[in-house]
């Protein structure tokens, strides 16, 4: 069974540009969440989307947000792109995001700003 | 708000010896969720182990097992007879009613031939 793929790996924007990531998750996953990682702030949760609703959202600002389609996939989108947007980008997926249900990770898109 | 701490940013072992990673959670509810997952250079988040709150018994995979002391809130992982490929970050999460993963900070594991 394929793992979680995210792509793509690597990204370089600039300040102010838009950048979108995408996710696939295992198949009969239907639960994605995202997570942003850097070395100041650690992994933090950014949303998590279930049956193409966003069900549970972190702490970060308009800028993020992201969507689910049918198929389970997912995409994040980030705009107005800041220096500090720079960070790996971690996708996951789970059955249904239960507590008890361990989510499996992505690769990551490792994302740069000029 | 749930917190994880993990206190020691680095840690090193002897291949072959054992060693022992530090977690502590801080919550209120009682149906939780601990994690460990290990990051190698690859970057990928990779489940190495997971505790149920509500089981005394405490999880084991292979040569990896976890001290879970509900009342201390605390979740360690040993890891028997480490292997070079141990070597990675190890992050401590947890997940209870909001779904999502808290991570503590990582502890960064060396392995020495």
């Known amino acids: 069974k394929a793992g979680v793929t995210q792509t793509p790996r690597y990204l370089i924007k600039t300040r102010g540009q838009q950048v979108t990531l995408s996710c696939s998750p295992i198949?009969?996953?239907?639960?994605v969440s995202w997570y942003q990682q850097t070395p100041g702030q650690g992994l933090q949760f950014l949303f998590e989307?279930?049956?193409?609703?966003?069900?549970n959202k972190g702490n970060f600002p308009g800028r993020f947000s992201g969507r689910q389609f049918s198929n389970s996939r997912s995409e994040m989108n980030v705009s107005t792109l800041e220096l500090g947007d720079s960070a790996l980008y971690l996708c996951?997926?789970?059955?249904?995001?239960?507590?008890?249900?361990?989510?499996?990770f992505g690769d990551g898109t490792r994302l740069s700003i000029l | 708000a749930q917190t994880v701490t993990q206190s020691q940013p680095e840690m090193s072992v002897q291949e072959a010896e054992t060693v022992t990673l530090s977690c502590t959670y801080d919550?209120?509810?009682?149906?939780?969720?601990l994690f460990w997952y290990k990051q190698p250079p690859s970057r990928q988040m990779i489940l190495v182990i997971r505790?149920?709150?509500?089981?005394?018994q405490n999880a084991t995979e292979n040569r990896f097992s976890v001290n879970f002391q509900k009342a201390a809130k605390s979740f360690s992982l040993k890891i028997s007879d480490s292997q070079l490929g141990d070597a990675a970050m190890y992050f401590c999460?947890?997940?209870?009613?909001?779904?999502?993963?808290?991570f503590g900070s990582g502890t960064q594991l060396t392995v020495l031939p």
């Open positions: 996951a997926s789970s059955l249904a995001g239960q507590r008890d249900q361990p989510q499996h």
């Open positions: 198949s009969g996953h239907r639960s």
């Open positions: 989307y279930f049956s193409e609703t966003q069900r």
């Open positions: 919550t209120s509810e009682s149906d939780y969720y």
């Open positions: 505790q149920e709150a509500y089981k005394q």
């Open positions: 999460a947890y997940k209870g009613s909001a779904r999502q993963l808290t």
